[in-house]
């Protein structure tokens, strides 16, 4: 069965340090990988997605992540934070072949220290 | 409007009461889904509609639970005899084209308190 995982529940860092959250996903076939942002109060936003190609995908607000098949991994990273980047973070795949159930990942919350 | 909408943004019920939970999809997206959130989790699926297709109803968690959905339109979630466990946050998204590669669009969501 798919499943999504995203071990670290919070992560504090400092603005203008580097990010990176960690997501590990289950799936037989080729995935299709997403990562959403949930600020408080507000639905989420896609930061950016993998459907194939080029394993580095770059996303908005300056987001990237690396599609790394060998490790079923689809880490999202930042080289600088902001403070405004404090919000709730989501991996989700999404099945090859039409399925339309999106699989999610229970979240990282991240909190930034000015 | 630009985006999808949700009505009512929060709702607080009596426990047994009936719930009605509105979601309007970004115009002309022909797919709509619901979700749920509870507390410290992910996004749990209840349910999908594509176009006049049959939707599919897997995820909805009990028969307490149905949505209905008028043509490429509004949909509603209605909760029945609602539980304290049906608190949770029901999210609405809608995406212009089905299957894994059709974006999804997130609503504000509706946060259900059920006391």
Same mark, same amino acid.
């Given at each position: !069965?798919?499943?999504?995982?995203?071990?670290?529940?919070?992560?504090?860092?400092?603005?203008?340090?580097?990010?990176?959250?960690?997501?590990?996903?289950?799936?037989?076939?080729?995935?299709? /990988?997403?990562?959403?942002?949930? *600020?408080?109060?507000?639905? /989420?936003? /896609?930061?950016?997605?993998?459907?194939?190609?080029?394993?580095?995908?770059?996303?908005?607000?300056?987001?990237? #992540?690396?599609?790394?098949?060998?490790? *079923?991994?689809?880490?999202?990273? &930042?080289?600088?934070?902001?403070? %405004?980047?404090?919000?709730?973070?989501?991996? !989700?795949?999404?099945?090859?072949?039409?399925?339309?159930?999106?699989?999610?990942?229970?979240?990282? @919350?991240? &909190?930034?220290? !000015? | 409007? #630009?985006?999808?909408?949700? *009505?009512?943004?929060?709702?607080?019920?009596?426990?047994? &009461?009936?719930?009605?939970? @509105?979601?309007?999809?970004? *115009?002309?997206?022909?797919?709509?889904?619901?979700? @749920?959130?509870?507390?410290?989790?992910?996004?749990?699926?209840?349910?999908? +509609?594509?176009?006049?297709? !049959?939707?599919?109803?897997?995820? /909805?968690? %009990?028969?307490?639970?149905?949505?209905? @959905?008028?043509?490429?339109?509004? %949909?509603?979630?209605?909760?029945?005899?609602?539980?304290?466990?049906?608190? #949770?946050?029901?999210?609405?998204?809608?995406?212009?084209? %089905?299957?894994?590669?059709?974006?999804?669009? +997130?609503?504000?969501?509706?946060?259900?308190?059920?006391?």
């Amino acid at each position: !069965a798919q499943s999504v995982t995203q071990p670290d529940i919070h992560i504090t860092v400092s603005e203008g340090a580097s990010l990176e959250l960690r997501c590990n996903y289950s799936y037989g076939a080729t995935p299709y /990988l997403f990562w959403y942002v949930q *600020s408080p109060g507000q639905g /989420l936003q /896609l930061l950016l997605k993998y459907f194939s190609g080029d394993t580095l995908v770059q996303g908005i607000k300056g987001f990237e #992540a690396e599609f790394k098949r060998s490790q *079923s991994s689809f880490n999202l990273r &930042k080289p600088s934070v902001h403070w %405004s980047d404090a919000a709730e973070y989501f991996c !989700a795949v999404g099945a090859e072949g039409g399925t339309y159930k999106y699989i999610f990942g229970t979240g990282t @919350r991240l &909190k930034v220290l !000015a | 409007g #630009a985006g999808v909408s949700q *009505s009512p943004s929060n709702k607080v019920t009596e426990k047994g &009461k009936d719930v009605e939970l @509105r979601c309007d999809p970004i *115009s002309g997206h022909t797919a709509l889904y619901w979700y @749920r959130q509870r507390l410290g989790q992910g996004l749990e699926f209840l349910i999908y +509609f594509q176009g006049n297709s !049959a939707p599919d109803k897997s995820g /909805l968690p %009990s028969d307490r639970f149905s949505a209905e @959905r008028t043509g490429e339109s509004v %949909s509603t979630l209605t909760i029945q005899r609602t539980q304290q466990e049906d608190s #949770a946050v029901y999210l609405c998204a809608s995406s212009l084209k %089905s299957g894994g590669a059709g974006e999804q669009y +997130f609503g504000p969501g509706t946060r259900l308190t059920v006391t």
